[in-house]
């Protein structure tokens, strides 16, 4: 059964820090990863899906990575700012799943002024 | 873009009654899903249906159920709430064929406290 693991679990850093967000995974034989932004009391936002053959994706100041051979990824935040405070989930979906996602306990950040 | 609504953001009801939980989506998806979402325990499967009428459970179905009646409609119901079942609830919906490529789109939540 996967399992998905996201270290830290909280992280408090000054306004302009580019900041690492991991995610692990037991089981390799992924389909996609999809990285979230929960803001509370709210919904989950997509930031970024990658596929299994990929092993990046951007979106403005934020880039994904994948790395299925270790069973990680990261999510690199660039420049952050005080906006960008929320909870990162990251959700993995593998072939025994049925293409159902399982999802880490997040990272909340908060990035102070 | 794809648009799922859940129709309460916001719910308060008392132990014992029955409660319907709405979810639609705009975008032909053929999957929808329904979590529950708990500090310390994450997001948590209760059911999900790959088609019209048809449902599958998920890692916590016990006290609930659900009913698909149209593709853009996926309904969570508790038959009779309990305290336990305080939480926050959300929907998501994907393409059947091509939820690798395309992912998984959440609703903004319903909260839920059961008093």
């Known amino acids: 059964k996967q399992e998905v693991t996201q270290i830290p679990a909280a992280l408090s850093v000054p306004e302009g820090e580019n900041l690492v967000l991991n995610c692990s995974f037991t089981d390799s034989a992924i389909y996609n990863l999809q990285w979230f932004r929960q803001d509370p009391g709210k919904g989950l936002t997509s930031l970024l899906l990658?596929?299994?053959?990929?092993r990046e994706q951007t979106s403005g100041r934020l880039n994904a990575s994948l790395d299925k051979s270790s069973g990680r990824s990261t999510l690199y935040i660039a420049a952050s700012q005080p906006g960008d405070s929320a909870t990162y989930l990251c959700?993995?979906?593998?072939?025994?799943?049925?293409?159902?996602?399982?999802f880490g306990r997040g990272t909340s950040l908060i990035v102070h002024p | 873009d794809v648009k799922v609504t859940q129709s309460s953001r916001y719910l308060v009801k008392r132990t014992g009654e029955k409660v319907f939980l709405e979810c639609v989506q705009d975008m032909d998806h053929e999957n929808m899903f329904w979590y529950r979402q708990d500090p310390g325990l994450g997001l948590r499967l209760i059911y999900f249906?790959?088609?019209?009428?048809?449902?599958e459970k998920g890692d916590i179905p016990e006290g609930y159920s659900v009913s698909r009646e149209k593709k853009e409609r996926f309904s969570l119901i508790l038959e009779s709430a309990s305290t336990n079942q305080t939480s926050m609830y959300l929907c998501a919906s994907s393409f059947m064929s091509y939820p690798l490529k395309y992912g998984y789109t959440f609703g903004s939540g319903t909260r839920l406290t059961v008093v």
């Open positions: 249906s790959y088609d019209v009428k048809m449902k």
């Open positions: 959700a993995v979906s593998t072939s025994g799943g049925s293409y159902i996602p399982t």
């Open positions: 990658i596929q299994s053959s990929q």
